[in-house]
């Protein structure tokens, strides 16, 4: 009998302050809203006061948005109703200034860039401000299904050829019989890889955008 073990790898993120380059957590608190004219955010096509806009902005560049453990809690009033409501989102999202797309290191969050100069760049964007848009990201919600699709293929694929040369799981080690072809032993060790790598891309696969558009 020959083990083989399905190894899985655990990265343990931990979440930061708003301001923190490891930052995985933005969460605000809007208050209430005065006479005065505040900053609005779009939400799915719909306008809502942001009085904290500039903070969730901050947060957002400065932070590894592209993790998986980026969280991001917002209370926000509708622009008309006032109605309020707390906005919600776990997982990594696309930025896009002026129609393109942030780069995951960029001048905003590297830590390579000194300090300073990082947040000049940040207050410089801030002041040019002109909307902000959070919004569905279709390719995204595209790729995701293409890929959950793969996966279940896959999966069948798997389970067959487990079925066929009597492969047994026993906690998280697969023992294949020594009968077994070496031929079918590569096939299915393909298989596992291909469906690794597709739920890593499913994991990292982004569903919101946040467009910024400066005047």
Avoid at 54 to 73: A, C, M, N, T, W
């Amino acid at each position: 009998m020959r083990p083989y073990f399905i190894t899985f790898l655990v990265i343990v993120l931990s979440f930061g302050t708003l301001y923190s380059q490891e930052g995985s957590k933005i969460d605000l608190k809007n208050v209430n809203v005065g006479t005065e004219r505040l900053p609005t955010i779009f939400l799915f096509g719909e306008e809502y006061t942001a009085r904290e806009r500039d903070e969730l902005l901050r947060g957002l560049l400065k932070s590894q948005f592209y993790r998986q453990d980026l969280r991001i809690i917002i209370n926000l009033q509708e622009f008309i109703s006032k109605r309020v409501f707390s906005f919600r989102h776990k997982g990594p999202v696309d930025i896009i200034i002026d129609g393109k797309t942030l780069k995951n290191e960029n001048r905003y969050n590297n830590s390579a860039v000194y300090q300073a100069a990082g947040d000049n760049q940040v207050l410089k964007l801030l002041n040019q401000v002109e909307n902000v848009r959070i919004d569905s990201n279709l390719n995204g919600i595209l790729e995701r299904i293409a890929l959950k699709r793969e996966i279940i293929s896959i999966d069948k694929e798997i389970k067959k050829l487990m079925e066929d040369i009597k492969a047994e799981v026993k906690v998280d080690t697969i023992v294949i019989p020594d009968k077994t072809s070496k031929k079918r032993e590569r096939e299915l060790n393909r298989l596992y890889r291909i469906k690794n790598r597709q739920e890593k891309r499913l994991n990292e696969t982004k569903l919101i955008e946040i467009n910024i558009i400066t005047n």
